[in-house]
C-alpha cells in the first residue's frame, strides 16, 4: 500500500460479544506506506480511543503494530491489541500472533469458543508498578473533584505498567466510581507531565472482582469503555500490594456507567510475573 491509497479501516468491539458494547478500535490490517500523520488523521475520523495500525512481519504471524489515538501514538493498547488479533483470526483462523509494539513484544493467542465467539488473549510485557507522591495524589483528587476519604485505604495509589503508564486510583465506594465528572484540560496537562496515559479508578466489589474507569484526556476521549493496558497494569499492581496471590483470575467490570459495558479477564501466574489480558471481539457492523 502508499500513501495515497486508502487502507481499508475496519471496525471492532473488543471485551465484549456484543457490538454495541465493550471499546470501540478501528483496526487497519495493511498499514504498509502509511505516514504517522496520515495514521493520526485515520484515529482522529474514527473518533475511538484507539487504531491499531499492522504491517507484516518476516514469519508467519508476526506483525508490527502502531496505536493512535485521536490526539497522538502511544505506546501500548490492550482493547485495540484484542481487536486486532480477533480482526486477523477471522482471516486466518485462531492462533497465535505476535506483535512488536513501541512497549515490545505482546505474544496474543486467539481461540474460538463452541458458540463461534472468538476470545484474544494478550501477555504483556514485564509489568512495574511505582510510588507516587502525596502531592501528585492530592492534585490528581482535586482534578477528579475527589476527597482523601473517597479513597479506599487498602488500595493505595501508585503508578502502574504494563506497556504503558496507569495511575491507580480506588474509590471506597461504587456511588463514588459511578459520579465521573473532572476538569478534562488540566488532567490532561497532569497526564502529560507523568507520562499516564489514563487514570484507572476502581472499586472492589468482592475479592476478586473489580469494577473499573479509565479517563483518558490525552488521548482527546472523556473516558475509555474497557482498557485492557491498564487491566494488565492492575494485575500487576494487586500482586504488588499482595491484594491477591498469584495464582488467580480476576474479573474486571468496565463501561456500565457509559452504556457500554464489557468484560476483562486478568491472569497472573505464579511462575511468570508477566499479565494476561483475555476478552472476546466483534465487528462492528
Not at 478500535?25 to 502509511?34: E, H
Not at 483462523?93 to 509494539?101: A, L, S
Not at 471506597?172 to 488532567?187: E, I, K, V
Not at 474507569?213 to 487491566?231: H, L, M, N, Q
Request: net charge negative; hydrophobic share 45%; proline share 6%.
Amino acid at each position: 500500500m502508499t500513501d495515497d491509497a486508502s487502507p481499508r479501516i475496519l471496525r471492532y468491539a473488543a471485551f465484549t460479544t456484543r457490538p454495541e458494547g465493550g471499546n470501540p478500535a478501528g483496526v487497519v490490517l495493511d498499514a504498509t506506506g502509511l505516514t504517522d500523520e496520515r495514521m493520526l488523521a485515520i484515529a482522529a475520523g474514527l473518533g475511538y480511543s484507539e487504531t491499531a495500525f499492522l504491517t507484516a512481519g518476516r514469519t508467519e504471524g508476526a506483525h508490527h503494530v502502531r496505536y493512535f489515538s485521536p490526539l497522538a501514538e502511544v505506546p501500548f493498547c490492550g482493547h485495540a491489541t484484542v481487536a486486532a488479533a480477533v480482526a486477523l483470526a477471522g482471516r486466518t483462523g485462531p492462533g497465535r500472533y505476535v506483535f512488536t509494539t513501541a512497549a515490545g513484544e505482546v505474544p496474543v493467542q486467539v481461540d474460538q469458543d463452541a458458540d463461534g465467539v472468538l476470545r484474544a488473549t494478550l501477555t504483556s510485557v514485564e509489568p512495574r508498578v511505582a510510588d507516587v507522591t502525596a502531592a501528585d495524589v492530592d492534585e490528581a483528587l482535586a482534578l477528579l473533584g475527589w476527597a482523601r476519604t473517597d479513597l479506599d485505604p487498602t488500595l493505595p495509589p501508585r503508578v502502574a505498567y504494563a506497556g504503558a503508564r496507569h495511575l491507580v486510583l480506588a474509590a471506597a465506594t461504587r456511588d463514588r466510581l459511578a459520579r465521573l465528572a473532572y476538569d478534562f484540560d488540566g488532567l490532561a496537562a497532569y497526564m502529560r507531565a507523568r507520562d499516564l496515559v489514563t487514570l484507572q479508578l476502581v472499586w472492589r466489589e468482592s475479592a476478586h472482582v473489580f469494577h473499573v474507569r479509565d479517563p483518558f484526556p490525552v488521548g482527546g476521549v472523556v473516558e475509555d469503555p474497557a482498557t485492557g493496558a491498564a487491566a494488565a497494569a492492575f494485575g500487576a499492581y494487586l500482586r504488588d500490594q499482595g491484594a491477591v496471590t498469584a495464582p488467580a483470575v480476576l474479573t474486571l467490570h468496565q463501561g456500565e456507567d457509559l452504556g457500554r459495558p464489557g468484560v476483562l479477564r486478568v491472569e497472573l501466574r505464579a511462575e511468570d510475573s508477566r499479565v494476561r489480558v483475555s476478552g472476546a471481539a466483534v465487528a462492528i457492523p
